[in-house]
């Protein structure tokens, strides 16, 4: 059965590496916010999001696609970076909060690493309240 809950929205989000001694002396790796634009289309899930690389430190925003869906509160999706990451995709599992504001889950790029990964529906005064913050910088 498709979800009942709808994701369409916007929405911020925060993964986590996980723990790798040769990433530096304590092994931490730095935990990466995204927000992401869903369309939910009866329990299709497509959609955009946007990062900063914070791996390679190069300044560059990553952008990624996302197609995957939903079945009650589980959703499923594949993220496909553009741009140098093209090669590889990441898988997310994650379980639908009851009220459909929240999901919390697992990634895995295959073969290689996987971690945490959580993600909020921003609300309407939330998005309202940051675009007059960047209308006051202009």
């Known amino acids: 059965m498709a979800g009942t809950v709808d994701l369409t929205g916007r929405w911020t989000g925060v993964y986590f590496y996980p723990h790798d001694p040769a ?3 304590n092994g931490n790796m730095p935990a990466t916010p995204f927000t992401a634009e869903l369309t939910d289309t009866a329990g299709t899930v497509i959609g955009k999001t946007i990062e900063p690389d914070l791996l390679f ?3 560059a925003d990553v952008r990624a696609v996302l197609e995957g869906r939903h079945d009650g509160l589980r959703l499923t999706f594949t993220k496909t970076p553009d741009g ?3 090669d590889h995709v990441i898988l997310y599992d994650g379980e ?3 009220d ?3 999901v919390s889950g697992r990634w895995t790029i295959p073969g290689s690493w996987s971690g945490d990964f959580r993600m909020q529906r921003r ?3 939330e998005a309202a309240s940051e675009e007059r913050g960047a209308q006051a910088r202009s």
Do not use: C, E, L
Request: hydrophobic fraction near 35%; charge should be negative.
């Open 23 to 25: 990433w530096n002396a």
């Open 57 to 59: 430190a190069d300044g």
């Open 84 to 86: 140098r990451d093209r």
């Open 96 to 98: 639908i909060s009851p």
């Open 100 to 102: 459909g504001d929240a």
């Open 123 to 125: 609300t309407v005064s």
